[in-house]
């Protein structure tokens, strides 16, 4: 699969959603560094991509970069609102950042988005566990 998308380079190389698709690719094949590379280069080229500023943030947050993960998922929420993931990985970041009004304030806002949304439950409850 990363073969047909990387074929879509050639054809398309300023298309964001290509860059995103071999990104996700790499993700899957556990080669991180390169899929950052390839959702920042989709985030160049668009940078009101919320899905690559969400999973980009969601890479850099595994890396501990916290700030600059933060920065795009907080892009990511302002660019759409009604992204309930990204206001739970806004949150999870956050969290691992101290800042644990803030993640509440995340957290509750995925679950009001998404009502039935197991993962946030679940870092809101370790989140009260942790702040007691």
Same mark, same amino acid.
């Given at each position: 699969?990363?073969?047909? &998308?990387?074929?879509?380079?050639? /054809?398309?190389?300023?298309?964001?959603?290509?860059?995103?698709?071999?990104?996700?690719?790499? /993700?899957?094949?556990?080669?991180?560094?390169?899929? /950052?590379? %390839? +959702?920042? =280069?989709? /985030?160049?080229? =668009?940078? =009101?991509?919320?899905? @690559?500023?969400?999973?980009?943030?969601?890479?850099?947050? $595994?890396?501990?970069?916290?700030?600059?993960? =933060?920065?795009?998922?907080?892009?990511? $929420?302002?660019?759409?609102?009604? %992204?309930? @993931?990204? &206001?739970?990985?806004?949150?999870?970041?956050?969290?691992?950042?101290?800042? %644990? +009004?803030?993640?509440?304030?995340?957290?509750?806002?995925?679950?009001?988005?998404?009502? $039935? +949304?197991?993962?946030?439950? %679940?870092?809101?409850?370790?989140?009260?566990?942790? $702040?007691?």
């Amino acid at each position: 699969e990363i073969y047909l &998308f990387s074929d879509g380079l050639t /054809v398309c190389y300023q298309n964001a959603k290509v860059h995103y698709n071999i990104a996700k690719k790499l /993700v899957d094949e556990k080669n991180v560094d390169d899929a /950052v590379l %390839f +959702y920042k =280069e989709s /985030v160049r080229l =668009e940078p =009101e991509y919320e899905h @690559a500023l969400n999973n980009l943030g969601n890479l850099l947050k $595994t890396q501990k970069k916290f700030a600059e993960s =933060e920065n795009l998922l907080r892009k990511a $929420t302002e660019i759409n609102p009604k %992204f309930a @993931a990204a &206001f739970m990985n806004l949150g999870i970041v956050e969290q691992a950042q101290g800042n %644990f +009004y803030q993640a509440e304030k995340d957290y509750l806002k995925a679950l009001a988005l998404r009502n $039935t +949304y197991p993962d946030c439950q %679940f870092n809101l409850g370790n989140l009260y566990l942790k $702040t007691n």
